[in-house]
């Protein structure tokens, strides 16, 4: 699967906007854009994920580059709950078998108070 | 409401004393994984389930090995724990290839593993 780079940590004020970056520049065309964050002492949950177009839902937004080369996910307020480490993970849709995550370092995100 | 149960959470060992960690799903899952995350590290797959077929990561060592009797239950077991074995493990599931371009995973709260 192709690998992705995310900055190491990044911080923000609490009720503004994150923007989260990844590079995915060996990206194939079947790979689809995962994000999952780990809050403090606890497993990684699903955040949101894309393939070519911008998505949005409940807890974030995934904003797709057009060359799909790059992926931002962005917390539009962010919270002192939103604290974690987000990872941007690649997953190539297989027809049968288990999508297995392959973690990179992620960025571990700080908000102030 | 607990989806992804492990247990124990804390579970200390002694050096080549084997250990067992459990995992059970209320969500009826086809696959369960489990992952070892060291200290400031990443989360890392050893090995999953897909249904009762074990799939075994190239790199797992040969000293962790994985029960899955029924489809709500998984087991990592630890045959003879050394130091660098000290981690926080993982347990996960997903539904499988089914759901299409999303196979979302749920994780446990984990367990962390001391090894004296």
């Known amino acids: 699967d192709a690998k992705t780079t995310q900055p190491n940590s990044m911080e923000s004020n609490e009720e503004e906007p994150v923007h989260l970056p990844c590079n995915h520049s060996t990206i194939s065309g079947t790979d689809y854009i995962h994000w999952y964050r780990q809050l403090p002492s606890q497993g990684p949950e699903y955040v949101i994920h894309?393939?070519?177009s911008n998505v949005n839902n409940r807890m974030a937004s995934l904003a797709i580059a057009e060359d799909r080369k790059s992926s931002t996910l962005i917390l539009h307020r962010a919270t002192l709950r939103d604290a974690a480490v987000y990872y941007c993970i690649l997953i190539r849709a297989r027809g049968q078998g288990a999508q297995k995550l392959v973690f990179g370092q992620g960025t571990r995100l700080t908000i102030n108070p | 409401d607990a989806m992804v149960i492990q247990n124990p959470r804390y579970q200390v060992t002694q050096f080549g004393k084997p250990v067992t960690l459990s995992c059970s799903q209320t969500?009826?899952?086809?696959?369960m994984y489990w992952y070892q995350q060291k200290s400031s590290q990443a989360p890392k797959l050893l090995f999953h389930y897909y249904d009762k077929d074990f799939n075994n990561e190239a790199d797992t060592p040969d000293n962790f090995q994985s029960r899955r009797p029924n489809t709500s239950f998984c087991f990592l077991d630890i045959r003879s724990p050394g130091l660098g074995d000290a981690a926080m493990y993982l347990c996960?599931?997903?539904?499988?290839?089914?759901?299409?371009?999303?196979?979302?995973?749920?994780f446990g709260p984990g367990t962390r593993l001391t090894v004296l």
């Open positions: 969500l009826n899952h086809n696959v």
């Open positions: 996960a599931t997903s539904k499988g290839p089914k759901a299409g371009g999303l196979d979302e995973q749920f």
């Open positions: 894309g393939l070519t």
